[in-house]
């Protein structure tokens, strides 16, 4: 049951959130100069890592804002939260896959 | 010995001795004391039998003295109340309890299944695998499964109140033992907010039954200051009967605490309370639980654990037997033989697998006349239904028998390692103690005392006030208090691991519960089941209500010796939740019945009822099916109330409908991107239907969008589809658009829609009056409105789902009672009629209105409902991509179509399917049917389905299962939307 500090309303319990899958993904367009190639990738090609992850989240019983977690798959330690928007935070040495 | 309970000591022990308690076991009436558990009062009334074992339906009695007992489950209470599998070291006495053993029948003593017992050497592990092959295990699944299991499941419902709280804390202690009482009093003295769990009744852990002097005074009274110093402070929680069961994530831990027993609950009292706990720091002070020594016949009735045998003494006043016999590797169980002794028990001897025990032991051996047997063991026991004797081998190998009637057993401490597990840490074997010690630790915790492998006194409080220390500095607080201080009277000597001891007769029990011995390792061995998680599952090992809280690190170390490698080699199974077992109920809390998943009823609901409306579920709201009138079914209702609409007025509550508000310069914008329309060139005043769509470009819900102005539209979306559409603008709008000025507020409860339809809803519309003209020239089809309507603000969207000229009228929630009585008293005289959900459905079949969900499925594209034009939109939408796909733009997908029964009479079944009969007679489906009714004004079946090829097979004449059907039009019924333009 992970503590995650929204960027908004502060620390709150797992339960008031919903997972949104990797972030950092770039819709790619116009529609017309995307291959299928490339777009099926960003429909479908998702990263796995056992490490370092970036993904995005929804407090969704709470402010109904949308944040980036940088979070470790394996320990499920926090390392950062930040606003849509912002830079990802580098990962540390060896910690797992980067997007 | 006092009274009826012949096992009792005149004094001593946490119980009163004036207020006596009767309770039946077995269907026999006993009496126990105010501060008993079942199983001390069972102890103290001599019942040695408790228990039939689960598998060889052996003779069992207690062993333990908590969550370890593994022996004497009890089916409790009874009727509604009846619990299975409770163990009765758990139980607290209460008048009128009434318990049985589980797994024996018809009684405990003379038990049917006990047949098994004289057939066990052919019972052994895996013996349902490779025995019931033949003809297949499940020809025999039923019978065996009818025979396993413990306790019954009570079949009525739980007529018990469960609650849950959350709760937040600095510091939270696991255990109140010397470790965690000094832990939680140092914490105290800083001002933390803390909370102290402790399992049991009573607070003092192992200090409850062993001697010890705390800062000068005896441990009871050094109890009691302690609790008095925590009483004093509100930041302090102390829940006592209370386990902490699960340990997860970021410190969140779960305990349960048992609050009302069946008595009290029948008064009205809690049942369980589950607790939610987000600790900034946790102390584990969960102390350690004794071995069992393996050797054969060591589950007879009478062999106990060292420590359990002293807590009965010491805590209850009960002595577990007359004449005892102690067997060890360690110190540990010196203690008991001199509790026993003290309290008049006979302890014959102590046999000592050690050599050369410690010889600081000899004096008060001698005072109390009792043998050192010295590099001894116990190598079988005899008695039917209860120990009659051990066979004792000495130093020198030497076999005798010597009459007992306890058999108090101890191979070492087994640190409470479970919660450090649950929350990520790992464990390291420790020669010393032969235990599993924690390790490195993954979350915010310490563990300490017994739980951390430190068994003296001194060395728990010691420890318990130093982790807090530590804890206190992280949480910046300042704590001045000096560690409480125990004289110890002596260091404990070194244990000699000892994990099976051989030579006996019959079978040695490593798992009492499930009635595992040392030889079904041995087997496991030989079969190559030597990985921990295979032993476990080939063996049942550590698996049922005790979940091996005695058994695992017998096992591990058997195995290790019988494969060569070390006990850290072998591992442990996964320590998992829960703890102890939980009451599936204690997890609902008050989520059940009709607070489980509580329905909501749209805001006239109470005149649905009043029209004698058939409710159903619809995604969570409580909605009308139909009316039927008195002696009418529902099928003739859905036809009498579709007419009706046709005919002259229907009256709808459609307020579920989604209802989102998009405003901001950039609105328009916003909303050309979200729909595969355009919504940009719509004017204000004006409305428009859309389709949305997912990347992939299926459609995920329709409805209509309207302009109030320039920057506010107000978004329609499907009932069901209300909450997830307001989630899927937001999360476009913040992650991939976050330049576009635009709010998206949901107010889809903050407005009632009542909707009025049919040929007569104009006049009854002006009858109730508006502010606004509602000519059709001046407010046609596909118009939106501000205004009053029956001198209520109104927004009144012209739609319309069945055909006719239809109103949908939004009003704040709490008017739509009001408006609903007003537009069904205007229009009584036009034969008004209110209309469910069924008559609702079979009006939009009859049209040929897309129904998102029902016609169209997670694959469905605009392209397959008529909509290419979409492509030509200049811009890019959501989904506009993959529309473009080669997969997409197969002419021969699934498309939307009409299909009609060349028998009129017949409604073609929903999902049955368009069948194509190949030339080698194989079938295949070329499509099926989506929606379907009978057309009460058409007088004939209408349907609505998925063709391959869509609108290109038009004219087709195709099978429909038995039927056969012309492709057609999705439109049945006034195809050229004439009605709906009036």
Redesign the interface.
Known sequence: ???IECPWCGPR?EVEFQC?GQSHIE??????A?S?ER?GA??FERINPKGLHRE?W?H?FGC???FNIARNTA??EIIAVYR??ESSPDAPSGDGAVP | MSGTQPFRLASGGEVDRDRPIRFRFGGKAYTGFEGDTLASALLANGVRLAGRSFKYHRPRGLIGMGVEESNVLVQLGSADRSTPNVRATEVYLYEGLEAAPVNCWPNVRLDIGGINNLMSRFLAAGFYYKTFMWPNWHFYEGIIRRAAGLGRAPTQRDPDRYESRNAHCDLLVVGSGPAGLAAARLAAASGARVMLVEQDSLLGGSLLHDDATIDGSDARAWIDATKEMLAASEDIVVLARTAAVGY?????LTLLEQVGNEAACAAGSVRYRLW?V?AKRVILATGALDRPLVFSGNDRPGVMLATAVRHYVRRFGVVPGKKAIVFTNNDEAYRTAFALAEAGTIVSAVVDARSHPPDNFSSRLSHFGIALIAGGAVVATKGAKALRAVQVRSGDGALRWVDCDLLAMSGGLNPTVHLFCQS?GKLRFDEATASFLPGNS?QAEESVGAAAGTFTVSGALQSGHAAAHRALLTLDLECCLDAPVCAEERLPQPLLPLWHVSGGRGKAFVDFQNDVSADDIGLAARENFISVEHLKRYTTLGMAADQGKTSNVNALAIMASLTGRSVQDTGTTRYRFPFTPMPLASFAGRARADLFRPLRMMPAHERHIRHGAAFEDYGGWMRPSCYPLPGESHAAAEQREALAVRQSAGLFEGSPLGKIEVVGPDAAKFLDLIYANTMSTLKSGKVRYGLMLN??GAIIDDGVAARVEDTHYIVCTSSGGAARIA?WL??WL???W?GLDVVVAPVTTAWGVVTLTGPAARRILEKVGTSFDLAADVFPHMSFREGLVANIPARIFRVSYTGEVSYEINVPASHTPELWDRLFAAGATHGITPIGVDGWMLLRTEKGFLHIGADTDGTTTPLDVGWGYVLKKKS?FVG???L???ENQRSDKLGFVGFRAVDPAVILPVGEHVVITDADSTQRSDGYVTSAGFSPVLGMGVALGMIHGGDTRLGDTVSIGVHRAQVVPPAAYDPEGKRLNG
């Open positions: 049951m992970l503590l319990d949104g819709r790619p367009g116009p529609p017309e995307v299928d777009w960003y429909l995005r929804v969704a109904r804002r949308w320990t499920h849509m928007g | 997860f994530d970021h410190n969140a939610n987000r990520g993954a990347e992939l989630a937001e999360e913040q992650c991939e976050p890019d506009r991509r993959s473009l796909l080669p």
